[in-house]
């Protein structure tokens, strides 16, 4: 999603916030901003609406500006810091006690490994690939 928004040139007022236009400016220069910058607002606040299931839509109904709607959305899908810390350390417990299935084939096996990983990365965790490969080879099954 951010990168959908950097692409259509509205990532900034995500990170920079959205003021509420001030009409009483008497410069048609000043109106013209204000209006760009309200299109902006609704525009991301549409993408961001979107792309939601219609059962997440109730979560930012009331946000009015869309840093407030992308604010809601990363906490409620990544948590404050206490939360991704708490997620972090279950991934890590995950991470060390993953093992290859009977039933599992190598490449299933693998995936499961990265989508851990990468959860992992998505919180702040940094992991070489020589820890990733030296994982895989110790838990792999020998058949």
């Not at 299109?39 to 500006?65: D, M, Q, T």
């Not at 990363?74 to 206490?82: A, C, E, P, R, Y």
Request: charge should be positive; proline fraction near 2%.
């Amino acid at each position: 999603m951010k990168h959908l928004l950097i692409g259509k040139v509205i990532w900034d007022i995500i990170e920079d916030g959205y003021v509420e236009p001030n009409w009483s400016t008497p410069l048609q220069v000043d109106r013209t901003a204000k209006r760009e910058a309200q299109k902006n607002n609704s525009f991301a606040i549409y993408h961001l609406e979107s792309s939601l299931e219609k059962r997440l839509f109730p979560r930012i109904a009331s946000c009015n500006k869309v840093k407030d709607t992308w604010k809601v959305l990363k906490d409620g899908f990544q948590g404050n810091d206490l939360v991704k810390q708490v997620r972090l350390q279950t991934l890590k417990i995950e991470f060390e006690n993953i093992k290859q299935k009977e039933d599992e084939k190598v490449r299933e096996y693998c995936v499961r490994v990265k989508t851990c990983v990468q959860m992992m990365e998505i919180l702040g965790e940094e992991i070489t690939n020589y820890i990733i490969v030296n994982k895989v080879l110790r838990t792999v099954l020998l058949k």
